[in-house]
């Protein structure tokens, strides 16, 4: 592992070091790592372990991220590496954010890499995700920065849990992120992911309303836990009045993985439900996920009801947005990032060895 070094830290009276990235202020003696396993302290700072080193490289479909507002039908490169600063007992991709193992880490990769093989391989964007970008907080940013000399976008797929400083940083170098609310009770993120609400709607309104990040919010919906519908009311209330209505909202399907094995899967009229209370409350756009379900998946008109977007799964269908992101009916605009028509790329996934 390469060893780079970090910021986000100060030296504690006692002789620790604490780690300033992320909430959990983890306060280190030497040789110990964070709980996200990959900021460590070696000597009297904290490094980052895993700069330049990834779990895997995949061209999938921008849809999938889920970003359904953000360049629609092109492909994204995506990438993660390992260890998550979150505790999540549902975690469904468990063997990349809970690894403890080296070869995890089996693509090396550089910035400048990546961002070449994102252009050579016709992506739009370059997205951080299987793992939280925020505890690769450096190779993150120096990713998104060699993306954007080629004209490629940076996209951050995370739960939000940073703090302010390194926050502000972060997001000054994305241009999307989809944002992962959990539920909505400090009880929920406490018991089951090891963590707080509130810093995690810090971050949704810093981005909503301090950068030009395009922002996506999705949230997992896990029977019995946090799908009751007062809550989603409580939620999606408050996405309402602190967020805007334009925020797309993905709400998507659990299946039993990890240390929650004891769950059934989310049934779908559990997201329908969801989806019926959300419009109800006023937000505009708002998605079923991990299920088949083409009107849950698809993007209307706020303003007179027309499709504007058909989604199959990944796939795109009709196309009813003018080249300006209006409705070809009324003319109303569709919030979000569009270029002229969709890209093609469709559903199609296509795992890359960068260097090989």
């Known amino acids: 592992m390469s060893a780079h070094p970090t910021t986000y830290w100060h030296r504690l009276p006692d002789g620790r070091v604490q780690c300033d990235v992320c909430p959990r202020a983890c306060r280190l003696h030497e040789g110990q790592r964070g709980l996200c396993f990959v900021r460590a302290r070696e000597g009297d700072e904290i490094v980052l372990t895993t700069y330049g080193r990834s779990s895997g490289f995949c061209v999938d479909p921008i849809e999938k991220k889920p970003l359904n507002h953000f360049l629609p039908g092109t492909s994204v490169l995506s990438f993660g590496t390992a260890g998550c600063n979150l505790a999540c007992r549902f975690c469904q991709n468990y063997d990349i954010s809970k690894s403890r193992e080296v070869d995890t880490l089996a693509d090396a990769a550089f910035p400048e890499e990546i961002a070449r093989t994102a252009r050579r391989l016709g992506c739009r964007s370059a997205a951080f995700t299987y793992n939280d970008p925020v505890i690769f ?38 241009d999307a992120a989809n944002v992962d609310l959990k539920g909505f009770t400090q009880d929920f993120y406490h018991r089951v992911c090891s963590g707080s609400l509130q810093p995690v709607l810090e971050t949704l309104e810093y981005i909503k309303h301090e950068t030009g990040v395009w922002l996506e919010v999705t949230t997992l919906l896990i029977p019995g836990l946090n799908d009751s519908a007062a809550e989603i009311d409580e939620m999606t209330s408050w996405a309402v009045e602190h967020l805007g209505p334009d925020v797309p909202w ?43 379900d083409a009107a849950g998946g698809s993007t209307y008109c706020h ?34 990032v569009f270029d002229g028509s969709p890209g093609g790329w469709g559903r199609a996934r296509l795992p890359v060895a960068i260097n090989r």
Request: with cysteine; charged share 25%; hydrophobic share 40%.
């Open 137 to 174: 907080l450096e190779y993150a940013v120096d990713v998104a920065d060699a993306c954007r000399e080629l004209g490629i976008k940076a996209v951050a797929v995370t739960a939000g849990y940073i703090c302010a400083e390194p926050r502000a940083e972060f997001y000054a170098h994305m």
């Open 250 to 292: 993905h709400f998507t399907a659990f299946h039993p993985d990890w240390k929650m094995r004891d769950r059934p899967p989310t049934p779908p009229a559990t997201l329908s439900r969801a989806r019926r209370i959300a419009l109800a409350n006023g937000l505009r756009y708002v998605y079923t996920g991990n299920v088949h």
């Open 303 to 336: 303003a007179c009801g027309e499709l504007l977007i058909e989604r199959d799964w990944y796939a795109l269908g009709s196309w009813n947005l003018t080249d300006e992101g209006r409705c070809r009916g009324c003319g109303a605009a569709c919030a979000g």
